[in-house]
């Protein structure tokens, strides 16, 4: 018996799942049994607003080849006002990322309420699918970093 | 012009106003001016100089000299003067123990831009009505001022000065400049031109830290580029992921606080055009979340600190993806 190899190009997504929204939508996703695909690491962090520019770089050095950062809805903010600033700060962020050829669509954010288990699963399937499109991040990669 | 200020910062001195100046010092060369604090008519007459390449921006020593006994005398560019008021704004000096004087300016000459004419060997530099007469061991030289200057002076964004408590000279108007052109021609790029290039231009940086010493907004007693244990505490970058974080975070953590002032990017060795990463940011948050200009007065918000509740009004480009 043969073993096909698996050659296909599977990404690492990082997720930053915020406490209060994103991160109960994944677990409302997982308690209603839907899957999403596995390339997805959840981070959770207490506010959409506590992700510093750093864990964005950092984790694409650590060999992620997206970046996607859950909050809740504008307006829904456990702390007020937290995922306005994630808005501006990531914006720019994300501006400057695509400025120096860092392709846009490797970052994205997204606002993902508690009750929303199927959206959390659907914004992961696209966002995992255009990553596996666009192929292994080599543009803001650390060899040291890689395992092998 | 030197003269002149000579004569007003030793009157002030010796009414009591002032009991030390911040200014410009004379160097080995005519080019290598640095700033210098001087205590007394003597050191100012034998020392002080102001001529074309008094480029350095002396607002960011206030943070150090304001602490000190009695007043200081500092002179401003009109480009300084922003940055003089973003750091009243951000707390970092103490308006009370500053005596400012707006002098004017019309651009300040690059020596790397003489250099790169062949220009070699340089003894004395003289600006006659535009011309520059370059004395070199080689012989004499001239060349058109508007051509050996540098290029935060050719795009200046204005002559006006937005703080001062005197001024000497003509006060001038905010410019209507070419600033941005450059950062659209990237923005026009293919995402791999536009890696391409900043790859060629960051992966010259040996982390000597220059453009981050000298920025009047970078201003914090501790820096995570100091810290051991942030992991960006390191000389030359590795690999070309830590060629772009420094200058990322660098110039991420400027953003809404610099003042396009330039001197990153005078300072840099390496010649690293450092205020094309500044201006980005800039451009993005004029158009975005309205005009905005870091120093302009005292005690502005910065977009970058502010948000508004309006999901139309914040256009983010966050959610858009989208390959390129
Ligand atoms: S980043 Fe550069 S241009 Fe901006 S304030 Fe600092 S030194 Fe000036
Ligand atoms: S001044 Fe230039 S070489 Fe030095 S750290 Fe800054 S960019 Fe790098």
Redesign the interface.
Known sequence: MSVKENTEFQPTIVAFCCNWCSYSGADLAGTNRLSYPTNVKIIRVPCSCRIN??FV??A??RGADGVILCGCH??DCHYM?GN??T???????????????????R????WVSAAEGQRFVDVMDD?TA?IT??GPNR??????CKKN | MQEELIKRAVELMEDGTVNRVLGWQKGQFVYDITPAVFTSADELKENFVYNDFCGDNLSKYLKDETEKEGKVLVFLKPCDTYSFNQLLTEYKIHRENVYAIGIECYGKADVELLRRKGIDGILDVKNENGTLKIATIYGDEEVPMMEAMAERCVNCKSKKHVAYDELIGEDGEVLDSNRFDMVEK??QMS?????????GELSRCIRCNACRNVCPACTCEKCVFDNPDS?LYNKAA?????E??FH??R??HV?GRCTDCGECSRVCPEHIPLHL?NR??IK??NE??GSFMAGAEVGQVS???????D?DA?P?????????
């Open positions: 520019p750093m770089l950092r694409f050095q504008p307006g006002e306005y600033h808005r501006r700060r990531m914006t720019l962020l994300f501006s400057m990322l695509n400025y120096l050829g860092i392709e846009s669509a970052t994205r954010v997204e966002f255009k499109e666009l543009r803001l990669e650390d060899l040291r | 990237l923005e995402a791999q031109e536009r890696f391409d290039f900043w790859q992991g590795a690999d070309s992921f830590e772009k974080m990322i975070i110039a991420y953003a990463l980005k940011f993005d948050y975005l979340y977009p970058m600190v502010d948000f508004t509740m999901n914040e983010s480009i966050v959610q858009k993806g989208g390959a390129e």
